[in-house]
């Protein structure tokens, strides 16, 4: 039984990073599905970050599957880590940041538990050449109460198909995960082995990687790993090591969880959430070229995903390449419509009154090819030419923020300067 942990796009792992200075206290609104559109409820949802080691929210989905969490202001620049549970869906992990805006919308997506049912077909026998009724009834029985989370009745059912029919190959599996969902590791590993003497199939080797990964026995599970690949394929390959990647990201080991990421992508090429995930980490890390790669690697298999979008604005940001910048902005409010160029206006005046002119008069410029409209930006841009001397052109620029924006307070200061120009 494979239980991967699925970050969909961008409803999602790894991370976005580094948030602007005007992030402002946000309300996020998440809403948690199935792979059918049907709203789940009873998810529960832990939220932790690894720079707020006190930090610790649980929450729960409710009828319409949704769920609310509020940010603070102080909190922008961190990482949230979000962990979806629910019994008999395949548990996984989203970083995420408030980041640039003040309300966000998220939406997730819960695949059903990747568990193998066998069905009874009463007098007629089961589908499973050569098992019993009784062994085919004993298994669904527990598959039944494993999705409803009762590992000890599903235990018991399992136990009961095996011994009913030895050769049950999915039974043995599912037996090996129910032992590792609760900590019996060494059981699961010979569960697991029964399985695989029957069948050597990736769902038992994964079940058995858990269980030695869990011992301790790093030799052993790296040797079952290579046998996984082989089982898998290398798109499977590459999604066990994206959710491995998701874990350690979830422990606080970053740097495990970037190797893990690296692997995916390179395993498989067109892995989204992979790109995504090394260029949030790397953002985070200050690599803001490498960042920029990956995320815009992203972005060419056709993602316009708002997460990965936000992390190549912020990596751009900090690059000072104001021309990117010029052309993912557009992109990034046309999918985020707490995005756009008043934001972009706001972030200007707090680097104009921080002393970054350069910076200012840059987004100024930037907003300004999103909305021509915006008196202020003007006003910044003539500032800065006046301060070189360029007086025509502050002229020009001065007078266009007094015509859109006449009764603006900067106004007076503005004619008084105008008064002054040769």
Do not use: C
Not at 341 to 352: D, G, R, S, V
Not at 362 to 388: E, Q
Not at 391 to 400: F, S
């Amino acid at each position: 039984m494979y239980r991967s942990s699925r970050l969909l796009t961008m409803g999602v792992l790894l991370v976005v990073i580094s948030s602007p200075a005007w992030a402002q206290n946000g309300l996020m609104r998440g809403s948690v599905v199935d792979d059918s559109d049907a709203p789940l409820a009873g998810v529960r949802v832990s939220v932790t970050s690894e720079a707020l080691t006190s930090y610790n929210k649980v929450l729960t989905t409710d009828a319409k599957g949704q769920f609310k969490l509020r940010f603070q202001a102080s909190q922008a620049q961190y990482v949230f880590q979000f962990l979806f549970e629910k019994s008999g869906y395949q548990s996984f992990t989203q970083p995420i940041s408030p980041t640039m805006v003040q309300r966000m919308n998220e939406r997730f997506v819960m695949e059903q538990a990747e568990t193998q049912v066998v069905e009874s077909h009463g007098d007629l026998g089961s589908i499973v050449t050569g098992s019993s009724s009784a062994a085919v009834e004993a298994f669904n029985e527990g598959l039944t109460a494993q999705r409803e989370g009762d590992l000890d009745v599903a235990r018991v059912k399992f136990e009961e198909a095996v011994a009913e029919d030895s050769d049950l190959e999915p039974a043995h599996v599912a037996l090996a995960q129910v032992l590792t969902d609760q900590g019996e590791h060494e059981a699961a590993v010979e569960a697991s082995d029964r399985a695989l003497a029957l069948v050597a199939g990736a769902d038992a080797l994964v079940v058995k990687h858990q269980a030695l990964r869990a011992l301790g026995r790093n030799a052993e599970a790296d040797a079952v790993a290579e046998l996984m690949v082989a089982a898998e394929g290398d798109a499977l390959s590459a999604r066990r090591l994206y959710n491995e990647g998701g874990t350690a990201f979830q422990a606080g080991d970053q740097a495990a969880a970037l190797d893990k990421f690296r692997q995916a992508a390179q395993l498989d090429p067109s892995l989204t959430d992979a790109h995504h995930a090394i260029a949030s980490i790397e953002l985070a890390q200050g690599n803001h070229e490498a960042s920029a790669a990956s995320a815009e690697k992203a972005l060419t298999l056709g993602s316009e995903d708002v997460r990965t979008l936000r992390v190549l604005y912020d990596a751009y940001d900090a690059l000072g390449r104001t021309d990117e910048l010029a052309e993912i902005a557009p992109r990034l409010a046309a999918v985020d419509p707490d995005f756009g160029a008043p934001k972009l206006l706001e972030q200007a005046a707090a680097m104009w009154n921080g002393g970054q002119a350069e910076r200012a008069v840059a987004l100024a410029r930037l907003a300004l090819t999103m909305d021509p409209g915006l008196a202020k930006a003007y006003y910044f841009i003539g500032l800065d030419f006046l301060s070189k001397g360029e007086n025509a052109d502050a002229r020009t620029a001065l007078e266009k923020f007094i015509a859109l924006a006449p009764d603006d307070p900067e106004a007076s200061t503005a004619r008084e300067m105008l008064s002054f120009i040769e």
